[in-house]
């Protein structure tokens, strides 16, 4: 759901890139638990993959991805503006690159995303006629959810609906389609892919007002007997102020509604805020400012425990409510592909994922293995 600016930077304080040895962080250890593995009777362990990953032209992460992950989401290669460029015309080849490393690698994909107000092609965002719209809507919905019907376990079907007061963005199809663009999104889904589970998709969701939005978003669904399979709370938060009684209530009300939940897109940003909330609008921008870029050599030891802990808090709640959730990913494989490094000031270097530039595990890595001992 977000839009991903993949930044390389060589740090310093980092090991050089060079394949894995079986996971292995040097020839003198042995090979590194997985998480996967560790988590295989709570929840499935996903990431976030990016064209080179599905194409595997990256090596270390071939080997890493298989044995760390059971699910995954495309960063990009799925969104609109991609996979259907024109009224007419449609780009299927790396989703279906997508759908056979999954099946590969026994790797559950969720399809990102079929509808959302961002990445839409030019001819889209330049329809001001309701029927045109609405033909698109159509067609899109039923030409994506039906060629993958069985081949994706699931797809994000409605993102980043609401506004943070819990009201309907308004966006293009609220503003042609009317309310009951939602609705009608997931009846052509469920139509279109009776195989898939249908989930919406959401950041600051754990937040009362949106949250309550999100609440009204899925029973106007169930009340119109159109499926709901899931919601997924984004999770982009910062690792020093992780608002874990807001994401507890989440669990609980949106298991409540008879769905299932999902943290979908986690990552925890260690970089100085620039606005007195968390945001993952896309479209936000914060200007330079002096200082942007506090850690371009590596994270301080102080920082780096403060994003191990944020992660050890997070894992213990999630194991805490293990029955209620059924997918955890992550925004991303390791800190060099994460959208965080240019959000929402280009050319930052952020730490936000459990593995480092070079595919080496983090201390947060081995905190979260732990919260399973």
């Known amino acids: 759901m977000i839009k991903i600016f993949i930044t390389f930077v060589t740090l310093t304080t980092t090991c050089s890139f060079a394949p894995l040895q079986l996971q292995a962080q040097n020839q003198n250890q042995s090979p590194i638990p997985s998480l996967k593995e560790t988590f295989k009777n709570d929840f499935l362990i996903g990431t976030a993959l990016n064209t080179a990953q599905i194409q595997e032209k990256d090596p270390a992460a071939a080997q890493l991805i298989p044995l760390q992950f059971n699910a995954a989401t495309p960063e990009n290669i799925m969104k609109a503006a991609i996979i259907h460029p024109g009224w007419d015309q449609y780009n299927f080849t790396l989703a279906d690159q997508l759908v056979a490393y999954g099946q590969k690698n026994k790797i559950k994909i969720t399809a990102h995303t079929l509808i959302w107000h961002s990445q839409l092609p030019d001819f889209v965002r330049s329809i001001k006629s309701p029927d045109s719209l609405r033909q698109f809507f159509t067609n899109h919905i039923t030409t994506l959810a039906s060629r993958y019907d069985g081949k994706v376990f699931s797809w994000d079907v409605v993102n980043e609906?609401?506004?943070?007061?819990g009201s309907l963005r308004k966006s293009i199809f609220l503003q042609l389609l009317g309310e009951d663009y939602i609705v009608e999104a997931f009846r052509l889904a469920q139509k279109a892919a009776p195989h898939t589970e249908l989930y919406y998709n959401d950041y600051n969701i754990e937040q009362p007002k949106k949250r309550a939005g999100a609440v009204e978003i899925i029973k106007k669904i169930k009340a119109a007997g159109v499926r709901i399979d899931g919601v997924g709370i984004q999770g982009h938060w910062r690792a020093s102020h992780i608002p874990l009684a807001e994401i507890e209530q989440s669990i609980l009300d949106f298991s409540a509604l008879?769905?299932?939940?999902?943290f979908t897109e986690l990552d925890l940003s260690v970089l100085p805020n620039p606005w007195d909330r968390d945001n993952a609008d896309v479209s936000a921008t914060a200007g330079n400012s002096t200082g942007k870029d506090p850690y371009p050599n590596g994270l301080p030891d102080s920082v780096q425990n403060v994003l191990t802990k944020g992660y050890e808090d997070l894992f213990k709640l999630f194991?805490?409510?293990?029955?209620?959730?059924?997918?955890?990913?992550?925004?991303?494989?390791?800190?060099?592909?994460?959208?965080?490094?240019?959000?929402?000031?280009?050319?930052r270097t952020n730490y936000p994922t459990l593995f480092d530039r070079a595919y080496k595990a983090k201390p947060?890595?081995?905190?979260?293995i732990a919260t399973k001992k």
């Open 161 to 165: 609906a609401l506004e943070e007061n």
């Open 258 to 262: 008879g769905v299932k939940v999902m």
């Open 319 to 347: 194991l805490k409510h293990k029955d209620k959730i059924s997918r955890i990913t992550f925004w991303g494989v390791n800190d060099g592909q994460s959208w965080l490094n240019d959000f929402p000031i280009r050319g």
């Open 364 to 368: 947060a890595f081995y905190a979260v």
